[in-house]
């Protein structure tokens, strides 16, 4: 077996896995409406609160964004250690709680959930695992049902666990997120690993847009990854999988956190990957590029724009646009692997389960 092959492969499923997800996708909304604070229970919806760790908390950034554009309400990511370890006594009746975990099995994950449940929150486990311990503590369990995944860098867990929360915001409201554009994705994902067919053939980093990338910054050691908005959640993403597959240090940031100091760190030897936010946020990244190229700052693209170095379907919904940036950020990770001489598949000192407490 050839270094990243299984997460070749694994990156490769995805079509297949959203198609799935979204067939399923207004049986999973009703069901999250059936149990939504104010409709089974008495009372207003308070807020949203999201429960992750790892892939899954980069997952739970994309739903602080949309689950709060849906509802209307506020919408935040919990903090485990408040529970954990303060053993803060925290009133959550009337919130809605979304709690991640691709195995559901992260101890302090499955018990803060339970924590949560029993101070009157309305509980959503998001699993890949049918008889996790979480989906034991959860009023409702949305299954991502994306097969067994043997590399260590998740890749077809999280864009379905995106897709999940998805039905979540769309139990708010189903005007924000249409059955429409949900199910433009399995084709678009499809078309995104068609142009990359080769990357991790017999362990090669491939020629198409991924790899060209990688190999224009081969030598970085360091690296930024900036996005906005829903896009703000690939660019942690993918900032975590270059760090774990391809050992280089690469920081997510909020493009607009970014011009808040950050920014005054970059030059010519840290090059930047801005991924794209779509059209609300097109003036701020092109005066972010125009300032990149005056300061010699090297810096690539991803999104739907002409002339993308990291190209997303044209006309593609910015709910969606996330979901197809982070299979990008994957195939650029497992390129930039295999140009370092890297298995991605295990990487050093890493495991698939980490369990925290």
Aim: hydrophobic residues 45%; charged residues 20%.
């Amino acid at each position: 077996m050839t270094a990243g092959s299984l997460m070749a492969a694994e990156l490769a499923e995805q079509p297949q896995v959203l198609g799935r997800l979204v067939d399923r996708h207004v049986a999973d909304r009703d069901q999250v409406r059936a149990v939504l604070p104010g409709r089974r229970l008495p009372g207003r919806l308070a807020g949203t609160v999201l429960l992750a760790r790892g892939s899954s908390d980069n997952v739970a950034v994309y739903g602080r964004y949309l689950i709060e554009l849906a509802s209307r309400r506020p919408a935040g990511l919990a903090a485990p250690s408040v529970h954990t370890r303060y053993e803060a006594d925290v009133d959550y009746s009337g919130y809605l709680a979304v709690a991640l975990s691709q195995s559901g099995a992260t101890p302090e994950v499955v018990e803060t959930a339970a924590r949560m449940r029993r101070a009157g929150a309305v509980v959503v486990g998001i699993t890949n695992e049918a008889a996790s311990p979480l989906t034991g503590v959860c009023d409702l369990t949305l299954l991502t049902g994306a097969g067994p995944e043997r590399a260590v860098p998740a890749t077809k867990t999280v864009t379905a666990q995106m897709l999940a929360i998805a039905a979540i915001a769309a139990a708010y409201d189903p005007d924000l997120v249409t059955v429409a554009d949900l199910g433009a994705l399995p084709d678009e994902a499809s078309a995104l690993l068609a142009d990359s067919a080769d990357l991790g053939v017999d362990g090669a980093p491939g020629s198409g847009p991924a790899g060209v990338v990688a190999a224009r910054w081969a030598n970085a050691r360091r690296l930024v990854v900036t996005g906005r908005g829903l896009a703000y959640a690939a660019a942690l993403e993918t900032a975590l999988k270059i760090k774990e597959s391809a050992r280089v240090h690469a920081e997510g940031l909020s493009s607009a956190d970014l011009l808040h100091g950050p920014i005054a760190a970059l030059d010519s030897r840290l090059p930047v990957l801005v991924v794209s936010g779509g059209e609300r946020f097109a003036a701020d990244e092109a005066a972010l590029a125009a300032r990149l190229t005056a300061e010699g700052v090297p810096y690539a693209v991803c999104g739907s724009a002409p002339g993308a170095d990291l190209p997303l379907p044209a006309g593609v919904s910015e709910v969606t646009a996330p979901i197809l940036a982070t299979i990008r950020g994957q195939q650029l990770a497992l390129a930039s692997a295999l140009l370092r001489g890297l298995d991605p598949d295990a990487p050093a000192g890493l495991s698939k389960v980490t369990a925290t407490h």
